[in-house]
């Protein structure tokens, strides 16, 4: 059973960097990503790593968020710069089970997810 905790949320204004970590237990050796969610907007993927370090990001995130994961550590980061009002959003970690050899960002791709972080960006 994969156990994730994410942390690192919270209020920043427009322009200001946050850095979300997702602890990890279990079998976390696959695909592993982010995603957020509003109340008026369903789920999405932000940002993803597969098993080998490659990594995809959405298109509203490039230049701006990057992806990493320290498997020492079996933590999952997500380092936030250049934040904007609309990524204000709950932020979740998830992970796929099995090996995983190209960084996914479909909902259906993944089959555990933390409870999320609160992530506010105000203008």
């Known amino acids: 059973q994969v156990q994730l905790v994410e942390s690192g949320g919270g209020s920043v204004q427009a322009g200001g960097s946050l850095r979300l970590s997702c602890a990890a237990s279990g079998y976390t050796d696959g695909c592993m990503g982010w995603f957020r969610q509003t109340p008026t907007k369903a789920r999405e993927g932000v940002a993803a790593?597969?098993?080998?370090?490659?990594?995809s990001h959405e298109d509203s995130v490039k230049g701006r968020f990057t992806i990493s994961r320290d498997n020492a550590k079996r933590t999952l980061y997500l380092q936030m710069n250049s934040l904007k009002p609309e990524d204000t959003a709950m932020y979740y970690c998830?992970?796929?089970?099995?090996?995983?050899?190209?960084?996914?960002?479909?909902?259906?791709?993944?089959?555990?997810w933390g409870q999320g972080t609160q992530v506010t960006v105000s203008s």
């Open positions: 790593v597969d098993s080998g370090g490659g990594t």
């Open positions: 998830a992970a796929r089970y099995g090996g995983c050899w190209y960084p996914r960002l479909g909902l259906d791709d993944y089959h555990y």
